[in-house]
Structure formats: C-alpha cells, structure tokens
C-alpha cells in the first residue's frame, strides 16, 4: 500500500511569513494527526482528526496555527504568521480505525521541515 | 510536562551485542505502548507494542519489557545489526485520552561493526 505522502519536504520562509502544508494519508485511514517534531525533542501531537472532524486540537497553538481535512481524505496545515521558534519537522500520521480498535500504530510521511529565519 | 522520558539520549554498541532503550512514564493512565525506529529525512516507522496486561512482547530481535509498578519500559535488541543504527522514541497511550500518542524525546542508538 502507498504510505502517507507529504509536501513539500522543505521549505525556508522568514518570520512572519504564511506557510502551509499537505498530507495524503493511507487510503481508507479515518484518523489523521499532524505533529511538530522541534531538533532534539520527540514528536508533539497538534490536532487530531476522524474523518474531516476535530477530534484533540488541545495542543495547536490557535492563534497561528490552524488545519483542515476537508472531505475526510487530504489535510492541510497552514501556520500565519511564522515565528522563529516555529522551525522543526512537521508529521502527519494516519491510522485505521477498524471494529472499534484504535490502538493500533500510527503510519507517519516522511515529513516537511521547515526553516523559519 | 515531560509525562514519557528517555533518560539517555545516545546509546553505542558493538554489532552482535544487545541494546537496551530505556523509557520510564509518569501517567498512570497509559495503557498502551510502542516503539519508533526513525532514520535521518524519514518519518517514524513503527517497531513493536506492548499491552499493559502484559509484561513482556517478542518480535525477533526485538523484546519490550514492561514494569508497570515502576513505570518503567525498555527495548532489547539482540543481536544488534549495523542497520539498527537511528533514532529510538518510545511512545504511550491511554484509551482515557482518545489514544493519543505522548513520544519521549529519542535516544540514538549506533551500531558499530
């Protein structure tokens, strides 16, 4: 099967510069999450989604941040305005939901990393 | 709030020898736990899981050992290959939170041949 797909892989913007990011999950993967993977630090879930709804957006930093799944398939994450300490790896996983077990693992992309000077 | 942490964040060993990847939590609540195997300019990719019910997961070369009365997991690899070498989270869940993933912050393992 064709994993998560990710774009771009890089990209450089200075600060207060808009940015945004895209994801195709794993054909037939209701769930999909985006995390911000900042250098020396593990992965930190930013929102969660179940088909094209909100499911955890606890941790997104709303004020510049935001994300959307429209039709429940592609997502985008977009971040306006950048800040410096915005520059990390940002993944998107996707996971099946079959049967009710959602403890399943999670299928990540190769990521974007981004640059923010 | 650093509820999952890797103590170590680098680990060398001789190719043949075991690794040991050490993660200890602090959420009581998690139930469920994993292992990633990340490589430079890749995403993670998943290793193995362990179920808090049990106390031990064999995968191959790979065993997770859990001690739930000291919040305590670790990954054996044995023998260990140069191809192992990348970065190792560990990662916790609780059913309670919607199963989401909290990683600790990676240790680098090298295998040197």
């Known amino acids: 099967e064709a994993g998560v797909a990710q774009s771009p892989r890089y990209k450089i913007i200075e600060k207060r510069q808009s940015v945004a990011f895209w994801c195709n999950p794993i054909?037939?993967?209701?769930?999909l999450y985006w995390y911000q993977q900042i250098l020396g630090q593990g992965p930190k879930l930013l929102i969660q989604?179940?088909?094209?709804?909100?499911?955890?957006d606890s941790q997104l930093p709303k004020d510049r941040f935001s994300a959307e799944r429209l039709k429940g398939v592609d997502s985008t994450l977009k971040i306006q305005p950048a800040k410096l300490e915005d520059s990390a790896v940002y993944l998107c996983?996707?996971?099946?939901?079959?049967?009710?077990?959602?403890?399943?693992?999670?299928?990540f992309g190769n990521g974007t990393r981004l640059t923010v000077t | 709030d650093q509820q999952v942490k890797q103590n170590s964040p680098s680990l060398s060993v001789q190719e043949g020898r075991i690794s040991i990847l050490n993660c200890d939590y602090t959420?009581?609540?998690?139930?469920?736990f994993l292992w990633y195997k990340k490589y430079p300019a890749e995403g993670p990719t998943f290793l193995i899981s362990i179920s808090s019910i049990k106390d031990k997961n064999e995968d191959g070369r790979f065993t997770v050992f859990l001690n739930k009365s000291a919040k305590h997991l670790s990954l054996h690899i044995v023998p260990s290959q140069p191809g192992d070498s990348a970065v190792y989270f560990c990662a916790a869940s609780a059913l309670s939170s919607g199963s989401r993933l909290t990683f600790g912050e990676g240790t680098q393992l090298t295998v040197n041949p």
């Open positions: 989604f179940q088909n094209n709804g909100v499911v955890d």
């Open positions: 054909s037939g993967h209701a769930t």
């Open positions: 996983a996707s996971r099946p939901v079959k049967g009710g077990k959602i403890n399943s693992p999670l299928h």
């Open positions: 959420n009581s609540m998690f139930d469920y």
